[in-house]
């Protein structure tokens, strides 16, 4: 089997390499396409999501198929928090309907833990929804990657 190598690699001695890696995995959620986001992660990742625990890509792909169903209109923005070794912290936010169109915005944190090849083997998430007006709404891009000169988290004041 070939390894996929997914860069940057860490260890990650730079903000700019640890920036870049969160960028990615923002573009790949932001794609909502299940098999390119679970190429990030290794054949064996471990995941926490909220209270569900995952094991490998199978896993992740069948989760995050259900829940783009059921997060409909998903944009997400992320933004490092901390970064050492093969390790990075994140902090996230995703604006999201359900099938009844009521609005949400996610707010949480993540944990990430690094293999040599830049994939993840280790994601632990925290997330917590907060119900929203459609005219709160704040993420207002097309569909997929956020743009270059969309706003981030800390200049959104989230």
């Given at each position: 089997m070939t390894t996929l190598h997914r860069p940057p690699?860490?260890?990650?001695?730079?903000?700019?390499?640890?920036?870049?890696?969160?960028?990615?995995?923002?573009?790949?959620?932001?794609s909502r396409d299940p098999?390119?986001?679970?190429?990030?992660?290794?054949?064996?990742s471990q995941w926490r999501n909220r209270d569900t625990f995952l094991t490998g890509r199978s896993e992740i792909v069948a989760f995050l198929t259900?829940?783009?169903?059921?997060?409909?209109?998903?944009?997400?923005?992320?933004?490092?928090?901390?970064?050492?070794?093969?390790?990075?912290?994140?902090?996230?936010?995703?604006?999201?309907?359900?099938?009844?169109?009521?609005w949400f915005r996610a707010h949480g944190n993540e944990n990430w833990e690094f293999s040599p090849d830049g994939l993840m083997?280790?994601?632990i998430a925290s997330i917590n929804?907060?119900?929203?007006?459609?005219?709160?709404?704040?993420?207002?891009w097309?569909?997929?990657r956020r743009p270059d000169d969309h706003p981030g988290l800390s200049d959104l004041g989230l």
């Open positions: 690699l860490p260890p990650f001695n730079t903000l700019q390499d640890a920036e870049t890696k969160v960028r990615l995995a923002e573009d790949a959620w932001n098999e390119r986001v679970s190429l990030a992660y290794t054949e064996d259900a829940k783009w169903q059921r997060e409909q209109d998903y944009r997400l923005i992320k933004e490092i928090w901390a970064y050492r070794d093969n390790r990075i912290a994140v902090r996230f936010a995703y604006e999201w309907r359900d099938p009844a169109d009521r083997r280790r994601r929804d907060l119900a929203i007006k459609e005219i709160d709404r704040i993420f207002h097309p569909q997929g």
